[in-house]
């Protein structure tokens, strides 16, 4: 029987297996930022046990960074504390960090790809639940705990079960106003946040074969919502013209070496998976959620779930909806667009060519936040800085930001954000606060008409 592109991946970086139990994968590419490291760093330094290959590490500033005045001292304590712990942690173990002021600072799960050191074959892990993105390249990428960290750090292996093989399938064409935002968005909603659990899952078809990179990131991106370990597409010349020319790209022969291994990296035709699903283009429309986990999503044209239960009904309470309704015309005062899901170039070309000569809202405060410096420096080469400026947009400094309440871009308690990010649990973009999941396109919208509107009717 063949193979899934997941095991040839997983089974080519196995060191052993335990007698009965899991297995020792050795990791490529370890990612860390400022929140799940300095413990890890602390564990290692009490057992005086030195980091095995500190440069297969990637480490940047993201989570706790402000997004104004980052040449400033950062004002909030216990972030300053933790991007301070950060440099001094990499300086003291030979660890290149891309902090703020760098010029390859950014969203560890944007850089990495931008730069070139996400490619395909690669096993990756990071101390960050949406290390997922990655798999986008045809790389096993996965999310750990700060006590794996400590592992990987002393032996750039982790010790792991390996996860079952789902397949999840999407043919036919898109309209073209729905997003990849919208397909996986749809697919959480029609599988449930729990469907994943124990599975590496596959997208394949039409739909993720004829996706950007920038896409297919997006997708990857939120397999975790599904409860799954990560997600991943196989690599295609999509993959290989994407990363070719990075600065941390293999060049020349190497290159093509590369490139003819990575064309290998794909399913076998009588591999089996142990779950699978497919799913018609036809029937996915621009999609927002409604209540506080990713699954709890309907097109925008769709009523409220009648569900009767009390976790359904407590969610509906803290976001002020009720069952049946439309939330066409609800009004929306903040707009996010950004975060390790939608804050690419590609996502911020959709949104300025929305935007372009319209006026955003008086009641909405729109923020756009690039997810690095080289995709802020985009945005004013390719001359969207002054539509955005001009449309009433707030463009700020690249970072996490809003997406979640571990720096100053918080959303106040009560308020809707229609956002870009991943998750909309209670509380994730400050207190009391109100997520609403959409595309940029859709986040777009919200912003020009001051409320959510049904997009379709725009094109």
Not at 357 to 363: I, V
């Amino acid at each position: 029987m063949g193979k899934t592109l997941f095991d040839k991946v997983w089974d080519s970086h196995v060191v052993t297996t335990i007698e009965n139990g899991p297995q020792v994968l050795y990791i490529d590419k370890h990612l860390i930022h400022e929140v799940t490291s300095p413990q890890a760093f602390q564990e290692l330094e009490n057992r005086n046990i030195s980091l095995f290959r500190p440069k297969q590490i990637v480490a940047t500033a993201d989570h706790n960074t402000p997004t104004i005045d980052q040449h400033l001292p950062v004002k909030d304590e216990l972030s300053r504390k933790q991007l301070e712990q950060l440099s001094i942690n990499c300086k003291k173990n030979n660890i290149e960090l891309y902090g703020l002021g760098h010029q390859y600072n950014g969203i560890i799960h944007v850089i990495a790809p931008e730069l070139g050191i996400t490619q395909p074959g690669m096993t990756m892990v990071c101390g960050d639940s949406h290390t997922s993105t990655h798999g986008a390249f045809g790389t096993i990428a996965f999310g750990i705990g700060t006590s794996q960290v400590a592992q990987v750090m002393a032996c750039q292996s982790v010790i792991t079960e390996k996860p079952k093989a789902m397949r999840i399938s999407v043919d036919g064409i898109l309209s073209k106003v729905v997003q990849p935002k919208d397909v996986i968005l749809y697919i959480i909603a029609k599988l449930g946040t729990n469907s994943g659990t124990g599975y590496f899952i596959e997208y394949a078809g039409e739909v993720f074969e004829n996706m950007s990179m920038e896409g297919r990131m997006t997708v990857c991106n939120m397999s975790i919502e599904m409860g799954a370990r990560g997600g991943m597409i196989a690599p295609d010349k999509t993959t290989y013209e994407y990363i070719k020319g990075r600065t941390f790209a293999p060049k020349g022969e190497e290159f093509d070496r590369k490139v003819t291994h990575w064309k290998s990296l794909k399913t076998d035709s009588d591999a089996a998976f142990d779950l699978e699903f497919s799913f018609d283009a036809g029937d996915i429309a621009p999609m927002i959620t409604y209540g506080t986990n990713p699954g709890m999503g309907i097109k925008i044209t769709e009523t409220i779930p009648q569900t009767e239960n009390k976790s359904f009904e407590k969610s509906l309470s803290y976001m002020g909806f009720e069952k049946g309704a439309s939330l066409i015309d609800q009004s929306i005062n903040y707009v996010f667009i950004g975060s390790c899901t939608n804050s690419r170039i590609e996502d911020f070309r959709v949104v300025a060519d929305y935007i372009k000569g319209k006026q955003k809202a008086s009641n909405v405060n729109a923020l756009i936040v690039p997810g690095s410096q080289l995709v802020a420096n985009q945005i004013k080469e390719e001359g969207l800085e002054s539509i955005f400026e001009e449309a009433g947009f707030k463009l700020r400094q690249p970072g996490c930001s809003a997406c979640l309440a571990m720096n100053d871009d918080k959303i106040p308690e009560g308020e809707y954000c229609v956002s870009t990010s991943n998750r909309n649990f209670e509380g994730r973009q400050g207190q009391g606060s109100r997520t609403i999941l959409a595309s940029p396109l859709v986040a777009a919208s919200v912003a020009i008409e001051g409320k959510i509107i049904d997009i379709s009717t725009t094109f």
